[in-house]
């Protein structure tokens, strides 16, 4: 039985997640995958370290962002132990991340839309704007 690229597992999940809070869950996990990614593959092309560790920051802010949202769950989804494309090469590494952090933005824009509370939009909207910042870094 083949098994799903992580990046794609990753992706589905948040693409059919239907309720804010498993928005917000996914987006959670779909920010670390993503620091764990960038954080991985700076070395292979010095001249994108700069731009993959502020990738990594960005998730950070992300993911830190998502923790102030009322409706994220106490217990997101299993923390990734090794980011996503494990074994691409930088250039392959950055498609993922982009095409990631599109639907992280996509479904967090959306997300805030649809916010009942404060807390939620606030999360949901600076959620968006750091996936948006990872998108214009790796976006060729």
């Not at 039985?1 to 059919?16: F, H, I, K, V």
């Not at 070395?43 to 998502?66: C, N, S």
């Not at 090794?82 to 967090?108: E, I, K, P, S, Y």
């Amino acid at each position: 039985m083949n098994e799903m690229p992580p990046e794609r597992g990753t992706r589905d999940r948040l693409e059919q997640a239907a309720s804010l809070a498993e928005v917000l869950a996914a987006g959670f996990d779909a920010f670390e995958a993503i620091r764990i990614t960038a954080r991985h593959h700076p070395d292979q092309i010095p001249a994108l370290f700069a731009a993959f560790m502020t990738i990594a920051d960005a998730a950070v802010d992300g993911r830190e962002a998502l923790t102030i949202a009322p409706l994220l769950p106490h217990a997101v989804g299993a923390k990734p132990s090794a980011g996503l494309a494990a074994d691409a090469d930088t250039a392959q590494a950055a498609d993922v991340l982009a095409a990631l952090a599109t639907v992280l933005r996509d479904r967090l824009t959306d997300a805030a839309a649809l916010a009942d509370t404060p807390g939620d939009q606030a999360a949901c909207q600076d959620t968006a704007h750091a996936a948006a910042r990872i998108c214009q870094l790796m976006t060729r």
